[in-house]
């Protein structure tokens, strides 16, 4: 039976030293237990739908399905997991995709372990969780104008923004403003149109640059 207070995690990577690795680390953790393992992108989104975790550790590069195409599927399966990618590629043409596919956050294979702890915590509370460096990459899509369109946006704007950079889905955003969740959507198709931004991510890190919540 599964403990309640615990972060259930699935290991999708198609190397199984790293597999290891991670399982060994996580399982020291007390509020951390490793439901599974994937080796590959189809396996991974599989396994998701059987175990339902809380949070799926994900690499990028694998055969088969990678992990930028599962993401997709998981995404339009509804699957409630929030997914952290973990990988050794750090090209920005892995960042922005792995993002926009719907992953919760991005680290980097040799970040330190207390560290990987963290962050699946991080994703699982709801937040955005980015290593700075991913974070500098994204950022540098953004139109440079968008800081000065920060002033185009309502007050109401502003409070929902600030819910996005807690990492606040609509529903959650409605409930904490007594707004409609239709009301809501409204309001993030109107921040991203006058920010210039793609996504809800980018959406998150402007608030957090510009000190808006976060």
């Known amino acids: 039976m599964a403990d309640p207070g615990r972060i259930r995690v699935l290991l999708v990577d198609d190397h199984q ?13 007390d509020d951390i237990e490793v439901v599974g393992e994937a080796s590959d ?5 599989a396994r998701a739908e059987e175990l339902r975790p809380d949070v799926v550790l994900m690499d990028v590069k694998m055969p088969g399905l990678d992990g930028i195409e599962a993401l997709r599927v998981l ?3 509804d699957n409630p997991a929030r997914v952290l990618v973990v990988t050794s590629f750090t090209e920005k043409r892995t960042v922005v995709p792995a993002l926009r596919a719907g992953a919760a956050g991005y680290v980097y294979k040799d970040v330190d372990p207390e560290a990987l702890a963290r962050a699946i915590r991080s994703v699982h509370s709801g937040h955005v969780l980015l290593q700075s460096e991913v974070a500098l990459a994204l950022l540098s899509q953004e139109d440079g104008g968008g800081q000065g369109r920060g002033g185009s946006l309502t007050e109401r704007e502003r409070e929902v923004l600030a819910l996005i950079a807690e990492g606040r889905s609509n529903r959650e955003i409605a409930r904490a403003l007594v707004l409609s969740e239709k009301t809501v959507k409204t309001h993030v198709s109107n ?11 980018q959406a998150a890190l402007w608030a957090v640059r510009h000190g808006i919540g976060g």
């Open 75 to 77: 995404r339009d399966l």
């Open 17 to 29: 030293v790293v597999r290891r690795g991670l399982r060994t680390f996580l399982q020291v953790q």
């Open 41 to 45: 992108g189809e396996e991974g989104v």
């Open 191 to 201: 921040i991203l149109m006058k920010l210039d931004l793609a996504d809800r991510t």
